[in-house]
């Protein structure tokens, strides 16, 4: 089981820390997603950690402002947002797979719930 935290409101220019922890698994194992998706749009990948050398991928929108990295001892992801801008509103949601980490949702089967994210002022 996946479940993101870290959501809310924030002012543009604000920062943000999301959190995707696992129960049931260990997550140095997977590959990790991060994706968004606001409404009237399709989910986008914002960026990914390969399970192999911890490499990332982040998506142009956000490559920056936002870093995405690992704690094993808390088997927890982290998606450290910066300088958000009100197009950074969305639903954020956290998948793993056991493959290679990719920026396409539909190769990750796994996914959490997801938290919502409002940049406003």
């Known amino acids: 089981q996946l479940v993101e935290s870290g959501g809310g409101l924030v002012q543009p220019g604000g920062s943000l820390r999301l959190s995707c922890a696992a129960s049931?698994?260990?997550?140095?194992?997977?590959?990790i997603g991060w994706f968004r998706q606001a409404p009237g749009k399709e989910r986008e990948g914002v960026s990914c950690i390969s399970s192999s050398d911890d490499s990332t991928t982040y998506a142009d929108s956000v490559k920056g402002r936002f870093t995405i990295s690992r704690d094993n001892a808390k088997n927890t992801v982290y998606l450290q947002m910066n300088s958000l801008k009100p197009e950074d509103t969305a639903v954020y949601y956290c998948a793993a797979d056991p493959g290679i980490a990719t920026m396409n949702p539909f190769l990750y089967a796994g996914w959490g719930q997801g938290t919502q994210v409002t940049v406003s002022s």
């Open positions: 049931g698994f260990t997550l140095d194992r997977y590959a």
